[in-house]
């Protein structure tokens, strides 16, 4: 009868390995030999995981074995007498690293015998150099944006984030897709604009599009096509890759601290560095008093060295050291899920359905359902397009109604035609998502019907700017910075329609492509454009004719993007207009000088740096004092008094 081991408790290595060497048929040398040196490297023990027993699969009923059903199966996957089929296949990770753990051998048992938990590992070759460089930037990070305004250092930041992503990424040897790298330019470009433009809600949108290109960046830095996404795959790709950019640097942080401890060299250098210390405290002692004594500067710095007056920053301290961690704890998951990707899957591509963000629908609809929504959706807008060609465009309307009634009649459609032509746009592309098409023939007709509802679509969008022009006309007409951005969307969301019937009928899927540069060319638009000092241009023009208050409170609020503007229109205007513009400069120059941090080199800003310049050239000719200036309600009363401001100053 074959002797059977004693069952291994896998939370016992010391049984693990008794147990193995008792085995009667385990004489062969070799098997010592590996015995031995499993011993002497404990960590790659198998049993240095956590084992899970899982009860084995019940034999089949032709089997003739004799061993018995109850011995856990652990003990015939490491007897030497075992059937060849029952040893464990070698396990390969996603990445091929040196780790020892790595390595064929240590792989995973049968499957439905044992499960075991493995620990995360660092995917990096080099963990450590990864780690150091994420500590650089982050210091980087601190030193450009912490305590200062947002200026220069957001290019500069970027910049050394694309030369650490692509030098530490050819150092690791992981790939790079060049057909990605066009995503550096508007990349570069909307980083240029932080520092040139000071305008709150562009700034805004420039940070928003700075962080979508970098997480998209990281995403196809190595793998994919981003021309095949849809629309759903942007917004969920960036999701999935800022949670990466989180989860990713727990087991490379973890592996660079298994680094460093690793060994007693540290404890024992830490013992005669702690002897050099005592007997430094009595040297320094001396040579501190000698050089107190000689030089009273150095005695005053001394004083307040040892009152600890250092540690009233303390809490500021703490908050860099946090700040700089969290810049690199971002940065170390972006370059590792940036190099690691493309091994998943091991072609280092992703299906287009498999990308995050990807909905496939659960029942299609017939090519009956969807053309007859496009047939009536298209008669609507048919009668509605007629009356615009009749009433709008040919003038009807403004020869058939007074002045205030035809005002508010094209004041009270603009909006309404803008959310009308955003929903279509949802409207054809979605159908088209959930359409099924059984025959060539329908899915021409389709695109046919959705090619004339694109074209109704533009004449809607042709009135909205119609109603705009119009609207502009009034006598008391506020232009403001939003009316620019709406410009200019309209334009791109005609361009994008357009895209989007071309693409129909050649290229169904490149529409999101499209779609996605029509939205960096919509604020790459309004970048160029400067709305605040344009708004403020016109709306002085105005205030000049119409003495709105309004209007030039308005101006009071907009960035200093306005300045040159406003400077331009000082020598223009007169009475009550220009008194107005030299408080509004005198309040800009005030401000500047009582708060200098923008003169730092980080926080250098094209805009700020011009508009302080004129200033100054402003004071130096006195046509504006440097002062304290009026607040606006003392400025209105002196203009309900006399209808002048004499003296801006408070």
């Not at 020892?100 to 048992?109: K, L």
């Not at 930041?157 to 050819?170: E, N, S």
């Not at 066009?182 to 470009?189: E, G, K, M, N, S």
């Not at 009807?396 to 309404?416: L, Q, T, W």
Request: aromatic share 12%; glycine share 6%.
């Amino acid at each position: 009868m074959q002797n059977i081991p004693e069952p291994i408790n896998p939370n016992n290595s010391d049984q693990t390995l008794n147990g193995l060497h008792d085995t009667p048929d385990n004489t062969s040398k070799s098997k010592l030999d590996r015995l031995n040196n499993l011993q002497s490297q404990p960590e790659n023990l198998p049993v240095s995981y956590n084992w899970e027993l899982v009860p084995p699969p019940p034999p089949p009923p032709s089997s003739t074995s004799t061993t018995p059903a109850s011995v856990p199966a652990v003990a015939a996957f490491f007897s030497p007498t075992a059937p060849a089929k029952q040893q464990p296949p070698a396990y390969q990770p996603p990445w091929a690293g040196p780790d020892p753990m790595h390595q064929p051998g240590y792989g995973f048992p049968p499957s439905g015998t044992i499960a075991p938990k493995l620990p995360r590992v660092s995917p990096l070759k080099s963990s450590v150099r990864t780690v150091a460089v994420a500590l650089v930037l982050g210091g980087a990070a601190d030193f450009l944006f912490y305590g200062k305004s947002l200026g220069i250092s957001g290019l500069i930041f970027v910049v050394l984030l694309l030369v650490g992503l692509f030098t530490a990424g050819r150092l690791e040897k992981a790939p790079y897709a060049l057909r990605h790298i066009w995503l550096i330019l508007p990349l570069l470009f909307f980083a240029t604009m932080l520092f040139v433009r000071a305008n709150v809600l562009l700034t805004t949108l420039n940070v928003i599009a700075v962080m979508a290109l970098l997480l998209l960046i990281v995403f196809f830095y190595a793998a994919d096509k981003i021309e095949n996404l849809g629309l759903f795959n942007y917004p969920a790709i960036m999701f999935v890759t800022f949670m990466e950019t989180i989860t990713q640097p727990a087991p490379v942080v973890s592996t660079v601290n298994k680094q460093l401890v690793k060994g007693k060299k540290p404890m024992r250098m830490a013992a005669p560095v702690l002897r050099g210390l005592l007997l430094a405290i009595p040297v320094l002692a001396v040579f501190v008093y000698l050089l107190s004594s000689a030089d009273s500067v150095f005695a005053r710095y001394t004083n307040d060295f040892l009152r600890l007056e250092f540690l009233k920053d303390l809490p500021d301290i703490i908050w860099q050291i946090g700040f700089i961690l969290a810049v690199a704890w971002l940065v170390i998951g972006g370059f590792t899920y940036a190099w690691t990707r493309y091994h998943k899957p091991s072609n280092g591509q992703i299906k287009p359905e498999n990308l995050p963000g990807t909905i496939v629908p659960l029942n299609k609809l017939g090519f009956v359902e969807v053309s007859t929504v496009l047939i009536l959706v298209n008669l609507l807008f048919m009668g509605f397009a007629w009356i615009q060609f009749t009433y709008l465009f040919f003038g009807e309307a403004a020869s058939g109604m007074s002045g205030d009634v035809y005002k508010e009649y094209v004041r009270r459609g603009f909006i309404e035609l803008l959310v009308a032509s955003m929903l279509t746009l949802a409207l054809i592309i979605g159908l088209r998502w959930a359409a099924h098409f059984g025959k060539k023939t329908q899915k021409q007709l389709f695109n046919g019907l959705s090619n004339l509802m694109i074209g109704l679509v533009i004449v809607m969008l042709v009135s909205a700017w119609q109603r705009m022009v119009v609207w502009e006309n009034v006598e008391f007409y506020l232009n403001t910075e939003l009316r620019m951005y709406v410009r200019s969307f309209i334009i791109w969301l005609g361009l994008a329609f357009a895209w989007l019937g071309l693409t129909m009928w050649v290229a169904p899927n490149r529409f999101a492509i499209g779609a996605f540069i029509a939205i960096l060319g919509f604020l790459g638009t309004v970048n160029l454009m400067n709305p605040d000092n344009e708004v403020t241009a016109d709306n002085l023009a105005r205030y000049k004719v119409h003495q709105g208050y309004i209007t030039f409170n308005y101006l009071t609020n907009l960035s200093d993007d306005a300045v040159p503007a406003l400077v331009a229109s000082l020598n223009k205007t007169d009475g009550v207009v220009q008194d107005l513009v030299r408080r509004e400069l005198v309040r800009r120059l005030w401000n500047m000088e009582s708060d200098t941090r923008w003169k730092q080199l980080p926080a250098f800003h094209v805009s700020r740096q011009e508009a302080y310049d004129q200033l100054k050239t402003l004071q130096k000719i006195n046509q504006i004092p440097l002062c304290r200036p009026i607040d606006t309600y003392e400025a209105s009363r002196r203009e309900n008094n006399t209808g002048r401001i004499s003296n801006p100053c408070a």
